[in-house]
């Protein structure tokens, strides 16, 4: 069965520091989507990553994909206030088949304090 | 215009009852998911189909039963409601077209309560 570990589960950061999240999975796969989510909102599509080496930034945020590792890395630039919510990784793991399965780890909630 | 689409947004029941969720979604998706998460945030997947097929059912009680009228269209019946129930729904749909991202794009959420 796959696992998805997401950590740390809670991290609180400084305005205008840069920080580094990370998601690991247990089994072969080469499709992993970020989300976001707001207290209390749907979540949101932030980047899908689909081949070992990927790499897709949008304003302070950057995700990279290690499919050797089983590892993907989302990083913040120069934390602001607005990037406080929790994010979600997760995996496909019915890549060979016709349909697609996401397992989602806990979440990493981020709180950016003054 | 909203993407998927979720009612009710709220649902407030007692224990025993039955009660529907419903999910549309404008895209032109073939592929709806139900998905649950639970109080600690943790998102599972409970069902998908594929134009009107069911694809996936995991381990979820017999007491929920995912209906899809048509490829815009799923919804989620659950019987005798449980305290256990109470939980954030949320219905998902993703394009599933062969080499592409199959980005799953997510409804609002119902939160349901079992009193």
């Known amino acids: 069965e796959l696992k998805v570990e997401q950590n740390p589960l809670f991290l609180s950061m400084q305005e205008g520091k840069n920080y580094t999240i990370y998601c690991n999975y247990s089994?072969?796969?080469?499709?992993l989507y970020w989300y976001r989510q707001d207290p209390g909102k749907s979540l949101e599509s932030l980047f899908v990553l689909l081949s070992n080496g990927a790499v897709k930034q949008e304003g302070r945020l950057m995700a990279s994909l290690d499919t050797k590792a089983r590892l993907s890395t989302l990083h913040i630039t120069a934390a602001v206030h607005d990037l406080s919510a929790t994010y979600f990784c997760a995996v496909d793991d019915n890549i060979t088949g016709a349909n697609s399965k996401l397992t989602f780890g806990k979440g990493i909630t981020l709180s950016v304090r003054p | 215009d909203t993407a998927v689409s979720q009612t009710p947004k709220y649902l407030v029941t007692q224990m025993g009852n039955d009660k529907s969720i419903k999910c549309e979604q404008n895209l032109g998706h073939d592929t709806m998911y139900w998905y649950k998460q639970d109080s600690k945030k943790f998102l599972k997947i409970m069902f998908s189909?594929?134009?009107?097929?069911?694809?996936i059912n995991e381990t979820v009680p017999n007491r929920f039963s995912p209906k899809s009228p048509d490829k815009a269209h799923l919804n989620l019946h659950i019987n005798s409601l449980e305290l256990g129930d109470s939980a954030v729904y949320f219905c998902?749909?993703?394009?599933?077209?062969?080499?592409?991202?199959?980005?799953?794009?997510f409804g609002p959420g119902t939160r349901l309560t079992v009193l």
């Open positions: 189909y594929n134009n009107k097929e069911l694809i």
């Open positions: 089994t072969t796969s080469d499709r």
């Open positions: 998902a749909s993703s394009p599933r077209l062969a080499g592409a991202s199959d980005t799953q794009y």
